[in-house]
């Protein structure tokens, strides 16, 4: 009877604790988001959502950051995935200068930034460009992401809503 009883006890205890996910059993440890202490933090790709648009000169690259994140600007880069096409030096606004406990002055930007790129092209050409984006960012609550890469298309036209009043770097 004693065993029974302490089983049951056990079982009332765990029980609610399990379904909070407190309880360690079966958690992902190689995943921060994971950990119930961490859940407070967005994953990188809604923290900080990036788009891409061209004209016949020059790519641009727009990302908009979650209330509270930033992104650094010494960590931006640009790969093109299109064959016969390179970019030019990057042209990235100032952004805001930060004292960060563990790099030291930096520039950041929050909200939103756009940046440019000049295409190099073997021919010219109006589809939409592969390119890797490169670039890193943090939480105001403490929380660096690593360097993240995302591939995106560029296509020809106009930017996207989001940054039509956005004047471009």
């Known amino acids: 009877m004693k065993t029974t009883f302490a089983v049951l006890l056990i079982l ?6 399990l ?10 440890k190689s995943n ?3 950990d119930p202490v961490q859940r407070k933090f967005l ?10 648009w061209r004209d016949d000169e020059q790519l ?8 509270d994140y930033y992104l650094h600007r010494h960590q931006f880069a640009l790969e093109s995935r299109s064959p ?3 970019f030019g030096e990057l ?8 004292m960060h406990a563990s790099l030291g002055e930096i520039h950041v930007f929050y909200d939103q930034v756009v940046f440019s790129a000049p295409i190099e092209a073997v021919e010219a050409a109006t589809e939409p460009l592969a390119i890797t984006v490169t670039f890193q960012g943090c939480s105001d609550q403490g ?9 995106l298309e560029a296509p020809h036209g106009s930017p996207p809503a989001a940054f039509a009043t956005s004047p471009p770097s």
Do not use: H
């Not at 994953?43 to 891409?52: K, L, V």
């Open 43 to 52: 994953p990188a790709n809604e923290a900080f959502q990036a788009s891409a």
């Open 60 to 67: 641009y690259v727009g990302f908009i950051n979650a209330e």
């Open 91 to 98: 042209a990235l606004p100032p952004g805001k200068r930060m």
């Open 32 to 34: 921060p988001f994971s």
């Open 12 to 17: 009332l205890v765990a029980t609610p604790v």
């Open 19 to 28: 379904a909070r996910g407190e309880f360690p059993v079966g958690r992902d």
């Open 84 to 86: 016969g096409v390179s």
């Open 143 to 151: 929380l660096c992401y690593p360097p993240e890469q995302i591939e």
